[in-house]
Nanobody, 123 residues
Framework: QVQLVESGGGLVLAGGSLRLSCAASGRTFSAYVTGWFRQAPGNEREFVAAITRVGATAYSVDSVKGRFTISRDNAKNVVYLQMSRLEPEDTAVYYC????????????????WGQGTQVTVSS
């Protein structure tokens, strides 16, 4: 089992930045691909970015490329999502998840999920 806890969400003005953290405990975190998803009210859960076990390769969707950066620190068992130039369309609950498939763009490809952290971007 892997337990995941997200933090770092909040309210920010458009153009601002936030850094989300996903802290892991339990089984060896570095054995898993980790991804970030988001879900806005009335929408399906959407893939945002993923990073490989050792952090050598990262993948993100076009809508966040150049604005969001995913990284990990396996020594601290943490994966980060640095978000900059935030837009109101980025408003959602953000979830981290761990699994074994790469790049894991679908929620069903992940085995473990955090509880989510709310990000609200005001215009």
């Amino acid at each position: 089992q892997v337990q995941l806890v997200e933090s770092g969400g909040g309210l920010v003005l458009a153009g601002g930045s936030l850094r989300l953290s996903c802290a892991a405990s339990g089984r060896t975190f570095s054995a898993y691909v980790t991804g970030w998803f988001r879900q806005a009210p009335g929408n399906e859960r959407e893939f945002v970015a993923a990073i490989t076990r050792v952090g050598a390769t990262a993948y993100s969707v076009d809508s966040v490329k150049g604005r969001f950066t995913i990284s990990r620190d396996n020594a601290k068992n943490v994966v980060y999502l640095q978000m900059s130039r935030l837009e109101p369309e980025d408003t959602a609950v953000y979830y981290c998840a761990s699994g074994v498939r790469w790049p894991g763009r679908r929620p069903e490809e992940y085995d473990y999920w955090g509880q989510g952290t709310q990000v609200t971007v005001s215009s």
